[in-house]
T-cell receptor, first 111, second 114 residues
Framework: KQEVTQIPAALSVPEGENLVLNCSFT??????LQWFRQDPGKGLTSLLL?????REQTSGRLNASLDKSSGRSTLYIAASQPGDSATYLC??????????FGQGTELSVKP | EAEVAQSPRYKITEKSQAVAFWCDPI?????LYWYRQILGQGPELLVQ????????DSQLPKDRFSAERLKGVDSTLKIQPAELGDSAMYLC????????????FGPGTRLTVT
């Protein structure tokens, strides 16, 4: 069964800290992997998309890596800010086109 | 910047009533998805359209849910009758094609069934 798991479910860090969010998935035959941000009661904002042939993608203070052989992806956030507080969701696309999501990591950055 | 539009943003309804949600994908996007997100969980796919055809509705509770995309552009998701357990965020997303394309999400409709 194709599944996506995110650990931890919640994370609290002081402002300025660098942090890593983890995502693991079964079945390495993926098309791509997407990281999303979701603010409370809002829709999903796409942060980074990594195709299966890529190892990492960067956008500003965000860096996402992909290791298909081990079924893992990490989202690295540098110099965290209170405005980064949100839920971060990892989603994997396998053949067929639908995304399968993890449960998310709720991040709180304290001033 | 092109966006996925959804309406209404919020809906409160009594159980056993009918409710409908509307989605307008980004112009030119052939693939449209409806997801349901229960509080504290990740979204789960309900139905996927390629143009006007249903590609995957394996997780759609067909006894009460229906979805259509008659002209291959905008789409409607309907629940009749609504149950307390249907309270959730309903998200619409679209991609230009399936496969490797990035999915873009709308703001969602928050449904509360009382």
């Amino acid at each position: 069964k194709q599944e996506v798991t995110q650990i931890p479910a919640a994370l609290s860090v002081p402002e300025g800290e660098n942090l890593v969010l983890n995502c693991s998935f079964t079945d390495s035959a993926i098309y791509n992997l997407q990281w999303f941000r979701q603010d409370p009661g809002k829709g999903l904002t796409s942060l980074l998309l990594i195709q299966s042939s890529q190892r990492e993608q960067t956008s500003g203070r965000l860096n996402a890596s992909l290791d298909k052989s081990s079924g893992r992806s990490t989202l690295y956030i540098a110099a965290s800010q209170p405005g980064d507080s949100a839920t971060y969701l990892c989603a994997v696309k396998w053949q067929g086109g639908k995304l399968i999501f993890g449960q998310g990591t709720e991040l709180s950055v304290k001033p | 910047e092109a966006e996925v539009a959804q309406s209404p943003r919020y809906k409160i309804t009594e159980k056993s009533q009918a409710v409908a949600f509307w989605c307008d994908p980004i112009s030119g996007h052939a693939t449209l998805y409806w997801y349901r997100q229960i509080l504290g969980q990740g979204p789960e796919l309900l139905v996927q359209f390629q143009d006007e055809s249903v590609v995957d509705d394996s997780q759609l509770p067909k006894d009460r849910f229906s979805a259509e995309r008659l002209k291959g552009v905008d789409s409607t998701l309907k629940i009749q009758p609504a149950e307390l357990g249907d309270s959730a965020m309903y998200l619409c997303a679209s991609t230009f094609r399936t496969g490797t394309d990035e999915q873009y999400f709308g703001p969602g409709t928050r449904l509360t069934v009382t």
